[in-house]
Protein backbone atom coordinates (compact mmCIF):
# COMPACT_ATOMS: atom_id res chain seq x y z
CA UNK A 1 0.00 0.00 0.00
CA UNK A 2 1.25 3.32 -1.06
CA UNK A 3 1.83 5.99 1.67
CA UNK A 4 -0.50 8.23 -0.48
CA UNK A 5 -3.21 5.57 -0.20
CA UNK A 6 -2.75 5.02 2.89
CA UNK A 7 -3.00 9.16 3.43
CA UNK A 8 -6.02 8.84 1.40
CA UNK A 9 -7.46 6.37 3.89
CA UNK A 10 -6.42 8.49 7.07
CA UNK A 11 -7.28 11.79 6.58
CA UNK A 12 -11.10 11.91 5.73
CA UNK A 13 -11.65 10.07 8.64
CA UNK A 14 -8.80 12.02 11.15
CA UNK A 15 -9.62 15.34 9.21
CA UNK A 16 -11.48 17.27 12.48
CA UNK A 17 -8.23 16.29 15.18
CA UNK A 18 -5.82 17.33 12.25
CA UNK A 19 -7.74 20.54 11.92
CA UNK A 20 -7.62 20.92 15.76
CA UNK A 21 -4.33 20.12 16.41
CA UNK A 22 -2.89 22.13 13.15
CA UNK A 23 -4.53 25.22 14.85
CA UNK A 24 -3.29 24.76 18.24
CA UNK A 25 0.25 24.05 17.01
CA UNK A 26 0.22 26.91 14.82
CA UNK A 27 -1.01 29.12 18.22
CA UNK A 28 2.21 27.81 19.83
CA UNK A 29 5.00 28.15 17.32
CA UNK A 30 3.42 31.97 16.50
CA UNK A 31 3.97 32.67 19.97
CA UNK A 32 7.56 30.75 19.90
CA UNK A 33 8.49 32.93 17.14
CA UNK A 34 6.83 36.38 19.29
CA UNK A 35 9.40 35.49 21.51
CA UNK A 36 12.50 34.86 19.91
CA UNK A 37 11.84 38.21 17.27
CA UNK A 38 11.67 39.82 20.70
CA UNK A 39 15.28 39.03 21.95
CA UNK A 40 16.68 40.23 18.76
CA UNK A 41 19.80 42.91 19.95
CA UNK A 42 18.23 46.49 19.61
CA UNK A 43 19.74 49.59 20.48
CA UNK A 44 18.18 52.50 22.49
CA UNK A 45 18.13 54.55 19.12
CA UNK A 46 16.85 51.79 16.82
CA UNK A 47 14.12 50.77 19.63
CA UNK A 48 12.89 54.48 19.81
CA UNK A 49 12.71 54.84 15.59
CA UNK A 50 10.52 51.51 16.04
CA UNK A 51 8.14 52.70 18.61
CA UNK A 52 8.07 56.91 16.60
CA UNK A 53 7.39 54.82 13.29
CA UNK A 54 4.39 53.24 14.78
CA UNK A 55 0.67 55.40 14.37
CA UNK A 56 -0.28 57.27 17.56
CA UNK A 57 -3.99 57.16 16.36
CA UNK A 58 -5.77 54.62 14.35
CA UNK A 59 -9.12 53.93 13.98
CA UNK A 60 -10.83 50.46 15.13
CA UNK A 61 -11.29 49.88 11.50
CA UNK A 62 -8.04 51.13 10.33
CA UNK A 63 -6.44 48.88 12.88
CA UNK A 64 -8.41 45.94 11.26
CA UNK A 65 -7.86 46.71 7.55
CA UNK A 66 -3.97 46.90 8.54
CA UNK A 67 -3.86 43.28 9.62
CA UNK A 68 -5.92 41.83 6.79
CA UNK A 69 -3.60 43.38 4.21
CA UNK A 70 -0.95 42.30 6.72
CA UNK A 71 -2.12 38.67 7.41
CA UNK A 72 -4.21 37.86 3.78
CA UNK A 73 -1.37 36.06 2.24
CA UNK A 74 -1.31 33.40 5.43
CA UNK A 75 -3.98 31.73 3.70
CA UNK A 76 -1.51 30.15 0.62
CA UNK A 77 -1.07 26.32 1.65
CA UNK A 78 1.92 25.96 3.32
CA UNK A 79 3.80 29.11 1.95
CA UNK A 80 1.44 30.59 4.81
CA UNK A 81 3.38 29.39 7.38
CA UNK A 82 6.16 31.23 6.11
CA UNK A 83 4.70 34.02 6.11
CA UNK A 84 2.72 33.95 9.50
CA UNK A 85 6.24 33.76 10.76
CA UNK A 86 7.67 36.35 9.00
CA UNK A 87 4.87 38.61 10.70
CA UNK A 88 5.36 37.24 14.25
CA UNK A 89 8.81 37.75 13.91
CA UNK A 90 8.26 41.61 13.24
CA UNK A 91 5.78 41.84 15.87
CA UNK A 92 8.15 40.41 18.06
CA UNK A 93 10.66 43.21 17.45
CA UNK A 94 8.27 45.68 17.37
CA UNK A 95 7.22 44.36 20.84
CA UNK A 96 10.87 44.45 22.53
CA UNK A 97 11.37 47.98 21.12
CA UNK A 98 8.76 48.92 23.20
CA UNK A 99 9.71 47.15 26.46
CA UNK A 100 12.98 49.07 25.97
CA UNK A 101 11.51 52.20 25.44
CA UNK A 102 9.70 51.35 29.01
CA UNK A 103 12.49 50.28 30.36
CA UNK A 104 11.25 47.09 30.62
CA UNK A 105 11.73 43.34 29.63
CA UNK A 106 10.30 41.69 26.18
CA UNK A 107 8.42 39.27 28.25
CA UNK A 108 6.77 41.57 30.79
CA UNK A 109 5.79 43.54 28.08
CA UNK A 110 4.12 40.27 26.04
CA UNK A 111 2.53 38.52 29.31
CA UNK A 112 0.78 42.22 30.16
CA UNK A 113 -0.61 42.08 26.33
CA UNK A 114 -1.66 38.80 26.28
CA UNK A 115 -4.17 40.24 29.07
CA UNK A 116 -5.86 42.00 26.01
CA UNK A 117 -8.64 40.30 24.03
CA UNK A 118 -7.39 41.81 20.82
CA UNK A 119 -4.38 39.99 21.48
CA UNK A 120 -5.67 36.49 20.98
CA UNK A 121 -8.43 37.30 18.86
CA UNK A 122 -5.75 38.55 16.35
CA UNK A 123 -3.65 35.19 16.61
CA UNK A 124 -6.45 32.63 16.41
CA UNK A 125 -7.59 35.10 13.28
CA UNK A 126 -4.46 34.42 11.71
CA UNK A 127 -4.40 30.71 12.91
CA UNK A 128 -7.44 29.83 11.27
CA UNK A 129 -6.27 31.41 8.02
CA UNK A 130 -3.23 29.31 8.00
CA UNK A 131 -5.07 26.03 9.30
CA UNK A 132 -7.36 26.21 6.03
CA UNK A 133 -4.46 26.99 3.57
CA UNK A 134 -2.90 23.94 5.54
CA UNK A 135 -5.80 21.58 5.63
CA UNK A 136 -6.38 22.20 1.92
CA UNK A 137 -3.09 21.58 0.44
CA UNK A 138 -3.48 18.24 2.87
CA UNK A 139 -6.74 17.69 1.36
CA UNK A 140 -5.29 17.74 -2.23
CA UNK A 141 -2.52 14.99 -0.80
CA UNK A 142 -5.35 12.73 -0.98
CA UNK A 143 -6.38 12.79 -4.52
CA UNK A 144 -10.11 12.88 -3.42
CA UNK A 145 -12.45 15.46 -5.06
CA UNK A 146 -14.93 15.29 -2.38
CA UNK A 147 -12.36 15.86 0.57
CA UNK A 148 -10.60 18.79 -1.74
CA UNK A 149 -14.38 20.45 -2.42
CA UNK A 150 -14.62 20.31 1.32
CA UNK A 151 -11.57 21.81 2.37
CA UNK A 152 -12.12 24.48 -0.37
CA UNK A 153 -16.18 25.05 1.46
CA UNK A 154 -13.83 25.44 4.72
CA UNK A 155 -11.50 27.75 3.35
CA UNK A 156 -14.19 30.10 2.29
CA UNK A 157 -15.41 29.97 5.78
CA UNK A 158 -12.18 30.62 7.11
CA UNK A 159 -12.47 33.64 5.50
CA UNK A 160 -15.06 35.05 6.99
CA UNK A 161 -14.42 33.75 10.44
CA UNK A 162 -10.85 35.90 9.67
CA UNK A 163 -11.89 38.76 8.61
CA UNK A 164 -14.81 38.55 11.22
CA UNK A 165 -11.98 38.06 14.30
CA UNK A 166 -10.04 40.90 13.04
CA UNK A 167 -12.81 43.60 12.62
CA UNK A 168 -13.79 42.60 16.22
CA UNK A 169 -10.26 42.44 17.38
CA UNK A 170 -9.34 45.91 16.20
CA UNK A 171 -12.93 47.44 17.79
CA UNK A 172 -11.70 46.01 21.11
CA UNK A 173 -8.28 47.31 20.63
CA UNK A 174 -9.63 50.60 20.47
CA UNK A 175 -12.08 50.48 23.77
CA UNK A 176 -10.89 50.85 27.69
CA UNK A 177 -13.42 48.27 28.48
CA UNK A 178 -11.45 45.67 25.87
CA UNK A 179 -10.14 43.34 29.43
CA UNK A 180 -13.84 43.49 30.73
CA UNK A 181 -14.69 41.38 27.87
CA UNK A 182 -13.11 38.47 29.24
CA UNK A 183 -16.39 37.69 31.28
CA UNK A 184 -18.18 36.83 28.16
CA UNK A 185 -15.09 35.59 25.89
CA UNK A 186 -14.01 32.99 28.46
CA UNK A 187 -17.37 31.05 28.60
CA UNK A 188 -17.57 31.06 24.84
CA UNK A 189 -14.28 29.72 24.05
CA UNK A 190 -14.50 26.81 26.77
CA UNK A 191 -18.32 25.95 24.98
CA UNK A 192 -16.51 25.87 22.10
CA UNK A 193 -13.54 23.65 23.37
CA UNK A 194 -15.66 21.61 25.44
CA UNK A 195 -17.56 20.74 22.13
CA UNK A 196 -14.12 19.39 20.81
CA UNK A 197 -13.36 17.65 23.62
CA UNK A 198 -16.85 15.95 24.55
CA UNK A 199 -15.69 12.98 21.97
CA UNK A 200 -13.09 11.96 24.38
CA UNK A 201 -15.66 11.97 27.41
CA UNK A 202 -15.22 15.47 28.78
CA UNK A 203 -18.53 16.50 30.34
CA UNK A 204 -20.48 19.95 31.35
CA UNK A 205 -18.49 19.81 34.81
CA UNK A 206 -15.56 20.53 32.91
CA UNK A 207 -16.60 23.59 31.09
CA UNK A 208 -17.64 25.05 35.02
CA UNK A 209 -14.15 23.72 36.10
CA UNK A 210 -12.53 25.72 33.47
CA UNK A 211 -13.99 28.61 33.02
CA UNK A 212 -14.07 29.33 36.94
CA UNK A 213 -10.33 27.96 36.73
CA UNK A 214 -9.66 30.98 33.84
CA UNK A 215 -11.20 33.08 35.89
CA UNK A 216 -9.30 32.83 39.13
CA UNK A 217 -6.16 33.34 36.99
CA UNK A 218 -6.83 36.69 36.54
CA UNK A 219 -6.32 36.99 40.42
CA UNK A 220 -3.48 34.72 41.15
CA UNK A 221 0.04 36.73 40.29
CA UNK A 222 2.92 35.74 38.52
CA UNK A 223 6.48 36.52 39.04
CA UNK A 224 6.62 39.33 36.13
CA UNK A 225 3.67 41.28 37.57
CA UNK A 226 1.02 40.08 35.56
CA UNK A 227 -1.87 37.80 36.54
CA UNK A 228 -1.23 34.22 35.32
CA UNK A 229 -4.12 33.97 32.90
CA UNK A 230 -1.26 34.21 30.06
CA UNK A 231 0.33 30.66 31.37
CA UNK A 232 -3.11 28.86 32.25
CA UNK A 233 -4.43 30.16 28.81
CA UNK A 234 -1.63 28.43 27.33
CA UNK A 235 -2.02 25.43 29.58
CA UNK A 236 -5.19 24.86 28.81
CA UNK A 237 -4.64 24.96 24.85
CA UNK A 238 -1.90 22.50 25.34
CA UNK A 239 -4.14 20.19 26.92
CA UNK A 240 -6.99 20.37 23.94
CA UNK A 241 -3.74 19.61 21.39
CA UNK A 242 -2.44 16.42 23.93
CA UNK A 243 -5.85 15.14 23.86
CA UNK A 244 -6.74 15.72 19.95
CA UNK A 245 -2.99 14.10 18.93
CA UNK A 246 -3.57 11.38 21.59
CA UNK A 247 -7.27 10.76 20.95
CA UNK A 248 -8.04 11.31 24.37
CA UNK A 249 -5.40 9.43 25.56
CA UNK A 250 -4.61 11.72 28.47
CA UNK A 251 -8.55 11.75 29.56
CA UNK A 252 -8.13 8.00 29.65
CA UNK A 253 -4.82 8.16 31.63
CA UNK A 254 -6.46 10.73 34.20
CA UNK A 255 -9.58 8.43 35.12
CA UNK A 256 -6.88 5.25 35.70
CA UNK A 257 -5.16 7.30 38.12
CA UNK A 258 -7.95 8.58 39.55
CA UNK A 259 -9.15 5.23 39.81
CA UNK A 260 -6.42 3.79 41.23
CA UNK A 261 -6.22 6.16 44.14
CA UNK A 262 -10.10 5.03 45.19
CA UNK A 263 -9.28 1.57 45.25
CA UNK A 264 -6.07 2.16 46.91
CA UNK A 265 -7.88 4.67 49.94
Known sequence: MSPTSVWADYFPTNRHRIRVSVLILMVLVQSIVLFVGGNVPLT????????????????????????????????????????????????????????????STTITVLLCLTMFPHY?????????????????????LTFNSHMVFYELTCLGTS????????????????????????IILIPII???????????????????????FLYISFFIPFPKGCPSFPITFYGFLILVLLENLSAGGIHRKIWVFLNFLTKKS
Open 44 to 103: VKQSKEIVESIPSEMSWNDIAFHNMKLSIFVFIPALGVGWLGWVSYNTGTVIEAIAITLN
Open 120 to 140: WLEIIAYTIATTAGMMFLLAL
Open 159 to 182: LAAWGFLLMIAGFLETQLFAPLSW
Open 190 to 212: VGIVKLDLEKFGYSNRFSLVATI
